[in-house]
Structure formats: C-alpha cells, structure tokens
C-alpha cells in the first residue's frame, strides 16, 4: 500500500513539474523545467511497468536536451544587432508594446530624442528580442534602455552584446558605456554583464556603472 501511494505521488509529482514548465515565459526554463518533469515520469512509468510512458518521455528528454544544447553551445543559436532609426515606427511599437515590462526594470526610461541617439534592435534568430537605445557623447554611450524580451532573458544575449563578439560599439566609435541602475534586479544585470562604479567618483557625481570596451 505504502508502495503504491509513493508511485502515485510521484506521477503527481512529474504531472505538476510538467504543468509548472508551462507558465514560464523563459525559453531556457521551460526546456529545464520540462526536461525535469520528463525524467521523473520515466521513473514513474519504470515503477508502474508502463513502456509507453518510458518511450514517451525518453523522447521528450532528448528534444530538451537538444534545444538546450543550442542554447549553451557557442553557435547553436544566431545572435545579432542592428542600427535602426531611433524614430522608427517599428522601433516605437515595439518599445510602446513592452512598455509595461520595460517599466519594472527600467521605471524611469523616456525615449531620448536628438541627433546623437543610438538605437540597436537586438535579434536572436532573426527575429526581434530586444532593444539597446542611448545618446552618444563622443566615445561614450550613455544607456537609457537595455531590454530584452522575457522569453530570452536566459539567452545570453546581454553577455554575447556586451564582449567583443559583437563589434557593434566599436563600428560606432563607442569606447565606453554609462548605465544608470533604477531597480535592484536592474543593478544585478548591469554587474553580472561586466559594468563597474567609475574609478573617480567626486561627491555631487552621478552613480552610473561604466563599461570600458
């Protein structure tokens, strides 16, 4: 009895890992999340005898591991960016789309305007996942909005942007980036890419994270 009540447990358990998987908005957390719901309904098919539950998921476990496996190989999955008029209308919908989104981690952002304003549409297999907008002064580029799409926070898109891979600052002359940190998660993002506080920081000077190319 106790062993069957374990059994039972456990296909609730694989059950509710699997429906857990599908609320996530992040590619990478799904896979991960489904990939363990598959593994623990194979156990629960092993223990009730159960073939086509085991092939199933043995089936299931390979896809995810598959597309992870595009995800953290270099190369598996097309990264890039491209200069877009900061006045695009595309550009605008897109950012007046996720304006909700953009404003828990970046509250205060307001569209520059100007001649010196940099857009970069950020694209993960060819398709739009994010936005990187500034004003450039001189060799800097000071970062009013880096966002990138929920689904593909977990994409290394922000590591792959901000190392030497990209050249896309350099192309532009741009040999340091200010970033002014407005939440708390924001602040994380900005130092796990790499930005640090200036080196000299006078009493009156602004807080904002520098990034030397």
Not at 133 to 147: A, K, R, S
């Amino acid at each position: 009895m106790i062993a069957i009540a374990t059994t039972e447990i456990l296909g609730y358990l694989a059950s509710a890992i699997v429906v857990t998987s599908l609320t996530m908005s992040s590619v990478v957390r799904l896979r991960m999340l489904s990939l363990c719901g598959s593994a623990t309904f194979f156990v629960y098919g092993l223990l009730i005898e159960s073939a086509p539950i085991m092939l199933t998921n043995v089936a299931i476990a390979g896809i995810n591991i598959w597309f992870l496996s595009k995800e953290f190989r270099a190369g598996g999955i097309d990264l890039g960016v491209s200069k877009i008029r900061a006045d695009s209308p595309f550009l605008l919908d897109f950012i007046s789309f996720h304006a909700s989104d953009i404003g828990k981690f970046q509250p205060d952002f307001a569209m520059p305007v100007g001649p010196d304003v940099v857009a970069l549409l950020l694209t993960r297999d060819g398709l739009p996942a994010g936005a990187l907008i500034g004003t450039q002064h001189g060799t800097t580029l000071d970062v009013d909005l880096d966002y990138v799409l929920s689904a593909y926070r977990d994409s290394r898109l922000g590591d792959w942007l901000f190392s030497d891979k990209s050249k896309v600052f350099r192309s532009l002359g741009i040999s340091e980036l200010r970033a002014a940190a407005t939440t708390d998660s924001h602040d994380r993002y900005l130092v796990r890419m790499g930005f640090t506080p200036p080196a000299r920081n006078p009493a009156g000077q602004s807080d904002d994270l520098v990034l030397r190319l």
